[in-house]
């Protein structure tokens, strides 16, 4: 697992934020680098996978360069992921078969709430 995750190199309507740890970067970032938490994904080996695990639909970003001192990832439950931008919140579930990829991997999975 990377120290810190790539922070987002623009703020424009590519930016995608993963759906299962909520870290926020750029379309062409998720597909070079993938999701430095959720790594399983390999979303830079298979780049459709980019577009099932992130989505351009979230509200708010933080930028927390230390999760494990930070009140806001406690909140956030992110504390142990690595430090860069996350959103607050995202609207859509991973698909089943991405949560079933979670479960493969032993990986804890909390859908949204419902608002
Ligand atoms: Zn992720």
């Known amino acids: 697992m990377a120290n810190a995750a790539q922070v987002p190199t623009g703020f424009g309507h590519e930016l995608r934020a993963c759906l299962r740890c909520r870290l926020v970067k750029t379309y062409d970032q998720f597909r070079e680098m993938g999701c430095e938490n959720c790594t399983f994904f390999n979303m830079d080996k298979d780049h459709e996978r980019v577009v099932d695990c992130t989505t351009p639909n979230f509200n708010g970003i933080i930028s927390c360069m230390d999760p494990t001192k930070s009140w806001a990832a406690r909140w956030l439950r992110i504390s142990k ?9 995202v609207s859509e579930q991973l698909s089943d078969e991405m949560q079933n990829v979670c479960e493969d991997n032993n990986v804890p999975y909390v859908p949204p709430k419902r608002i």
């Not at 992921?81 to 919140?89: E, I, K, M, N, R």
């Open 81 to 89: 992921f690595v430090p860069g931008c996350y959103t607050l919140a």
